[in-house]
């Protein structure tokens, strides 16, 4: 057993991957739980995760989240786009803003969306996606 570890040729020290690193070999479902735990930690309400696997041809889960003014939800939406990038994945799109009470974020494999509250009613997604299985809802 060699008991020396390898050092790069510039001298630097490398660094091991534990399992508290995602990197990015995070599934799409870890991601999207990503997003629905920042989500809870900003105050976002209703949250939901569904899994549409096998009902979309875009996208294997949504997460949808209520906020409360336009603030709050570009707040979120930059959130969750950090963490995700810290987990090795950068969005693919991004659409709408607060003021429009709306923010679609698509991370290719799952996206969020971010509504006030009346928009969420309008948009009726969990309606419009009701063949998905439901696997977390955070009130």
């Given at each position: 057993?060699?008991?020396?570890?390898?050092k790069?040729?510039?001298?630097t020290?490398?660094t091991?991957s534990?399992?508290e690193?995602?990197?990015?070999?995070?599934?799409?479902?870890?991601l999207?739980?990503?997003?629905?735990?920042?989500?809870s930690?900003?105050?976002?309400?209703?949250?939901?995760?569904?899994?549409?696997r096998?009902?979309?041809?875009?996208?294997?889960?949504?997460?949808?989240?209520?906020?409360?003014?336009?603030?709050?939800?570009?707040?979120m939406a930059?959130?969750?786009?950090?963490?995700v990038?810290?987990?090795?994945?950068?969005?693919?799109?991004?659409?709408?803003?607060?003021?429009?009470?709306?923010?679609?974020?698509?991370?290719?494999g799952f996206v969020?969306?971010?509504?006030?509250r009346?928009?969420?009613e309008?948009?009726?997604?969990e309606?419009?996606?009701?063949?998905?299985?439901?696997?977390?809802?955070?009130?």
């Amino acid at each position: 057993m060699n008991d020396n570890p390898k050092k790069p040729v510039d001298g630097t020290p490398t660094t091991e991957s534990t399992d508290e690193v995602a990197g990015p070999t995070a599934s799409n479902e870890d991601l999207a739980r990503a997003a629905v735990d920042e989500t809870s930690e900003h105050l976002g309400s209703d949250i939901v995760l569904l899994d549409t696997r096998g009902i979309s041809s875009f996208a294997d889960f949504f997460v949808i989240v209520s906020g409360e003014t336009d603030r709050h939800i570009e707040s979120m939406a930059d959130d969750i786009s950090r963490r995700v990038r810290a987990m090795g994945v950068h969005i693919t799109h991004r659409e709408g803003s607060g003021r429009g009470g709306w923010v679609l974020l698509d991370f290719t494999g799952f996206v969020v969306h971010l509504f006030t509250r009346e928009q969420r009613e309008r948009y009726g997604l969990e309606q419009l996606w009701s063949r998905a299985t439901e696997i977390v809802r955070v009130q």
